[in-house]
RNA sequence: UGUCCGAUGGUGUAAUGGUAACACAGCGCCCUUUGGAGGCGUUAUUCAUGGUUCGAAUCCAUGUCGGACAGCCA
């Protein structure tokens, strides 16, 4: 075979979409020296997966096109901030980018994000620069008489009285604004647009309002705050930015975006807005406000709860960042609003969790069973590997004894038709180990099975002359003597229907049974679990260690999350 | 009854005037010391009506349906 008949080594396509179509040609035509993005999170509250599906955007973008992207606290409303969302936001990008991205994140000299509130003296300035064009004026105008001047879509709004105030009396009154002199809400600083535009941001909107009230990053130093139109376009434009993109409901606000840049008569190039759908995902919520409301209310346990689509409730439930990555690469970027199934987030983390996960064994809801034929007192190691999906995980022994617990599940006193697992009379394999068969069901008071007694058929471990042997099942166990208890928090979906929040109170569709605990029995091995490991419960789902674990005790306790069930046909078919 | 945006299998997306394709989900089979993973197969799609064109998911017109917008939030 000549060397041009073998096929180049398949890379991931490179996502392809009309934003960085766009991108694309922008780069052939040399329209920017270089492309910079930025992700501009507000400080009120943590981010979650569709915050993920914008930072994949952004700095995919950055990536792809030898750009660089910015990470920037939009952060001009106080009121709502707080520094404990800026510390997680930083801390969960860092953990998106990391080994993939790293080196397109744009930080300040000083390694900071960025921030709008960095901006507020050249913001001032440029406030200052439009009143000088007689593009901005102070209003006086109240909060109801300004809704009531503002017109509705389908009708027009009127002209402030304090429109055509002069420059000179504008610029007194901003200068007052800023020292101070007048107590929140009693002025404004206005843009001088149209207020009979179609598009109601175009109607003379505000850029400055007064608020007393202390910032996160500069302290008491002001006392009026840009709002998001004016700080965002300006922001964009004082880091340099080429693609400013957002979701869509700021579509209406682009003409804005637009105009402010525009009517400063700026040196070009320009920073451009472009707009895609947000990601909206079955059975759970995505705003903010919602989230902050399970949170405040404690029906979750805080941020990070892992039943949360947040990314800290994403990553302590397991999930890897490039789960995540792959997850975003998969639903695309497109302008239509649809709602992904949380089938395709399943999917990309048991994908990368089935590459990436030890197998161990673990017992969620013990059933005793006793080898009669096995010798008291005697203990076997056993050989079992740790991934079949990677050779070089390598194995692991585990010991096997005379008396073990298998999955209550996996006995059938009367069992369905199909079940292949075990039941009185009926033989079964138990993994790494024998084949064994159950003759005596052992029953409480109530005819609840509580002890099997089974024999095994010694000769059919592996290397053994009846290893060969085919039995139907095979089933996972742990030795009763050598097991380690752990608490496995099994999670559910949090609600019970594909759309929460459509209508109504989206709590009522809360799911009660979204968090299970029980104890279970795990093999020796699980005691050196790690927090980073990715562990694969056989026959069972993904786990993963959860920080609440103490190791460090003489009576140490672990903690398991479980990030996922494996896909379990046999349930399904027990459905029909 | 304003402006802007959108509509492709069940779901999310691709096709940029030239064979409607991919992933997920579903179904079936094979394989399996995980009822996992894997392999193979399969069901099902261009909102409607007109127009332009040799040829339309793509361009045009009209209509229908859906979304966004009337915070001193972002």
Request: net charge negative; charged share 25%.
């Amino acid at each position: 075979m000549s060397l041009e008949n073998i096929a180049p080594p398949t890379a991931a396509p490179a996502p392809s979409d009309f934003i960085r179509d766009l991108v694309a040609q922008h780069v052939a035509a040399e329209h920017y020296p270089k492309i910079h993005t930025r992700f501009p999170p507000e400080p009120n509250g943590y981010l979650h997966i569709g915050h993920a599906k914008s930072i994949c955007l952004n700095f995919g973008i950055a990536h792809e096109f030898g750009g660089v992207c910015n990470l920037r606290m939009d952060d001009t409303n106080p009121t709502k901030e707080d520094i404990e969302y800026v510390e997680s936001i930083t801390t969960d990008v860092n953990w998106l980018l990391a080994g993939w991205a790293d080196h397109c994140l744009g930080l300040t000299p000083a390694q900071a994000p960025f921030y709008a509130s960095n901006y507020f003296d050249q913001l001032y300035e440029f406030a200052v620069a439009l009143i000088k064009k007689g593009k901005a004026f102070v209003c006086d105008l109240s909060a109801v008489d300004m809704e009531t001047y503002r017109g509705a879509p389908d009708r027009p709004g009127k002209d402030s009285p304090f429109r055509n105030r002069s420059v000179e009396e504008n610029l007194d009154l901003f200068t007052r604004m800023k020292n101070g002199e007048f107590p929140d809400g009693t002025r404004t600083l206005r843009a001088k647009i149209d207020m009979a535009s179609s598009n109601v941001w175009l109607r003379d909107p505000i850029l400055y309002r007064i608020r007393h009230t202390e910032h996160h990053q500069t302290g008491a130093q002001w006392c009026i705050y840009p709002m998001y139109d004016f700080a965002h376009c300006l922001s964009d434009y004082i880091e340099g930015i080429t693609h400013s993109i957002c979701t869509l409901e700021f579509e209406v606000h682009r003409p804005l975006y637009d105009w402010i840049l525009l009517s400063l008569d700026l040196p070009r190039p320009l920073p451009h807005q472009y707009e895609f759908a947000r990601l909206s995902l079955g059975y759970t919520v995505m705003s903010k406000r919602k989230l902050m409301q399970l949170v405040d209310e404690k029906l979750v346990t805080g941020w990070d709860d892992p039943r949360l689509p947040t990314i800290s409730g994403l990553r302590r439930r397991g999930v890897t960042a490039e789960a995540l990555r792959n997850f975003a690469y998969h639903i695309g970027i497109t302008k239509y609003n649809g709602v992904t199934d949380v089938a395709v987030l399943e999917h990309a983390i048991r994908e990368d969790l089935n590459k990436r996960a030890l197998r161990r064994l673990a017992v969620l809801r013990p059933l005793k069973i006793v080898i009669t034929n096995y010798p008291e007192g005697k203990t076997e190691e056993l050989d079992a590997v740790n991934n079949p999906e990677d050779e070089v995980a390598g194995k692991r022994w585990i010991p096997f004894s005379r008396e073990l617990y298998i999955e209550r599940d996996d006995f059938q006193e009367v069992p369905p038709p199909k079940f292949f697992r075990l039941k009185p009379g009926g033989e079964v394999r138990l993994k790494y180990a024998y084949i064994i068969k159950c003759d005596e069901v052992v029953t409480d008071a109530a005819g609840n099975p509580i002890e099997l007694r089974c024999t095994a058929d010694l000769d059919s471990k592996s290397g053994g002359t009846t290893a060969g042997r085919k039995v139907k099942g095979t089933i996972h166990w742990v030795s009763a003597a050598h097991a380690v208890d752990a608490e496995v928090r099994l999670y559910d979906r949090l609600f019970t229907v594909a759309e929460p929040d459509t209508e109504g109170d989206f709590k009522v569709h809360l799911n009660p049974h979204s968090l299970e605990i029980v104890t279970t029995k795990c093999e020796p091995s699980l005691r050196d679990a790690k927090l980073e490991t990715r562990y694969q419960f056989e026959r069972i789902g993904y786990f993963t260690m959860d920080k609440d674990s103490q190791l460090s005790t003489n009576n140490p306790q672990l903690i398991f999350n479980r990030t996922i069930t494996l896909k379990d046909t046999w349930a399904k078919a027990l459905q029909k």
